[in-house]
């Protein structure tokens, strides 16, 4: 907040006339500026639709040319700016009385939840985000609320109450903490699972993000050793032990490749490994609700829950379209990627990478680009196991080789549905589950990877020299086994 603080102030000593504040939050906005003007020993005035000027029934217009008609410096609010650009006369009152104001000291700040300019004024205003409350700010908050609900939480938990906090607006956050104290324990270890519930509904209203919570299950995954092996080697990079040794800060990851082999679920994984939150991005609820805003928006919760994890699932289908707002999606997801300063470390996924824009994939905006293709052997009898125990089950009571044998081109989530299908056939039956089962239910799938071979071998096309696979490569260790075994 203190870096908000000082731009602001910068802005103002520059003598820039005018900034947009993009914000929901309009009192602790105010309360911010206060703090501004304090220390540049000027006048706060402050414009709504409903009193006027300082509660002084007044038009817009009016306010500006009061404005313009006193000496001492003063910093103008409006709030609500972006309902009054068919006002005419205000748009040419504000570029009629720019240069005297910024003589007189004199600037104005628009507050708005929405980004939305007029033409005339384009190049006469300066946007900036107001970030959500910082980890200090919540901290704060919360410490007032345990002394007006006499509570004196433990400081771990007290942490734990903090940052589950973070992504959300200060009245959100209030919000949050009061229902918890009406309906919870007391601010409980049990009651961290309330604020998880509580803070996805809340941040279900933004329209574009969706958080997932992965603390509190087990999450496994079958093959892609080579990932793995990655994952496990950047999971410390966040630390500033990491800065100290000369390594920047991991930027993201981009995983391309079958449908049904894992993708999405290495996005959980990689939150769940790292103990991050992780946030996904509803690719087509952006673009449908306004890109750049549904953006902005975005960006700024990811930033405020860092280090975090920015989970876009299916990339290809809400940036690989040639309207105005995809490329503005686009440009201004790939200006974030390339710039972000807060550890957001992105997860993206897709299916048919060739639509997309070749400036997405180059190094910089992700650190590696992995092709996960079908489960090989091995990695097909590690699924097939996963899901078996998954279910209470022990992989031991079959001959799961002879269903490998049997799955050849079968993808992850098909393997899942073998094992679903022989249960539920054996459960009809009035009988336990057994191999002749899994391999009656692996005859009756046609795998997508059939259906679908053209499409696969031009996938494999593209990503053989252009990605790493996910995958260890075990065709030189298979040589060799059978060399010794012949």
């Not at 009245?171 to 903490?177: H, L, T």
């Not at 919870?184 to 270890?189: D, E, K, L, S, Y």
């Not at 070749?358 to 650190?367: S, T, V």
């Not at 990605?467 to 060799?480: G, H, K, L, T, V």
């Amino acid at each position: 907040m203190v870096e908000f603080l000082d731009q602001i102030q910068t802005l103002i000593r520059a003598r820039y006339p005018i900034v947009y504040l993009i914000s929901h939050e309009e009192n602790r906005s105010i309360r911010l500026l206060r703090q501004v003007v304090q220390a540049e020993h000027m006048e706060l005035w402050v414009w709504r639709t409903s009193d006027g000027l300082n509660g002084e029934a007044c038009t817009a217009t009016e306010a500006l040319e009061r404005l313009a008609s006193y000496d001492e410096p003063t910093l103008l609010v409006f709030l609500d700016a972006h309902q009054d650009w068919k006002n005419v006369q205000w748009i040419r009152k504000i570029r009629d009385e720019n240069q005297s104001m910024v003589q007189k000291g004199h600037a104005v700040v628009l507050i708005s939840p929405k980004y939305d300019l007029p033409l005339e004024l384009e190049k006469l205003v300066t946007p900036v985000d107001v970030p959500l409350p910082s980890s200090e700010e919540v901290h704060r908050l919360f410490s007032f609320f345990c002394q007006q609900q006499d509570l004196q939480l433990p400081s771990p938990l007290f942490q734990q109450f903090v940052l589950g906090a973070l992504g959300l607006t200060e009245s959100e956050i209030k919000r949050m903490y009061s229902r918890i104290a009406l309906v919870g324990n007391g601010f409980t270890q049990a009651d961290l699972a309330l604020q998880v519930q509580e803070k996805k509904r809340m941040l279900r209203s933004s329209q574009f993000l969706e958080f997932w919570d992965v603390n509190h299950s087990a999450l496994s995954v079958g093959g892609l050793d080579s990932l793995k092996e990655w994952l496990v080697q950047r999971q410390l990079a966040f630390t500033p032990d990491a800065r100290i040794y000369g390594l920047p800060e991991p930027k993201g990851l981009f995983l391309l490749g079958v449908q049904g082999c894992g993708k999405s679920l290495m996005a959980k994984v990689v939150a769940q490994m790292w103990k991050m939150p992780l946030l996904r991005l509803d690719v087509a609820a952006v673009l449908q609700g306004g890109a750049e805003d549904g953006l902005r928006q975005t960006i700024r919760i990811a930033e405020s829950l860092a280090p975090a994890i920015l989970w876009i699932d299916e990339l290809e289908k809400g940036f690989a379209g040639t309207d105005e707002a995809a490329r503005q999606s686009m440009g201004t997801l790939l200006t974030w990627m390339q710039e972000k300063k807060e550890p957001v470390f992105v997860v993206a996924t897709a299916n048919e990478v060739r639509a997309l824009p070749p400036e997405l994939l180059r190094k910089g905006r992700f650190d590696e680009i992995f092709f996960v293709d079908l489960p090989d052997p091995h990695e097909r009898l590690e699924i097939l196991d996963i899901h078996l125990r998954q279910r209470n089950r022990n992989p031991a009571n079959f001959d799961l080789t002879v269903v490998v044998e049997e799955s050849e081109r079968y993808s992850g989530a098909e393997l899942e549905q073998v094992v679903v299908g022989a249960m539920f056939k054996s459960y009809a039956d009035g009988r336990e589950v057994d191999t002749d089962d899994l391999i009656d239910s692996v005859r009756e799938i046609v795998p997508l990877a059939v259906t679908m071979d053209d499409q696969l071998k031009d996938l494999r096309d593209w990503a053989r020299s252009r990605a790493r696979r996910a995958s260890a490569d075990r065709r030189r260790a298979n040589f060799f086994v059978a060399w010794d075994e012949g």
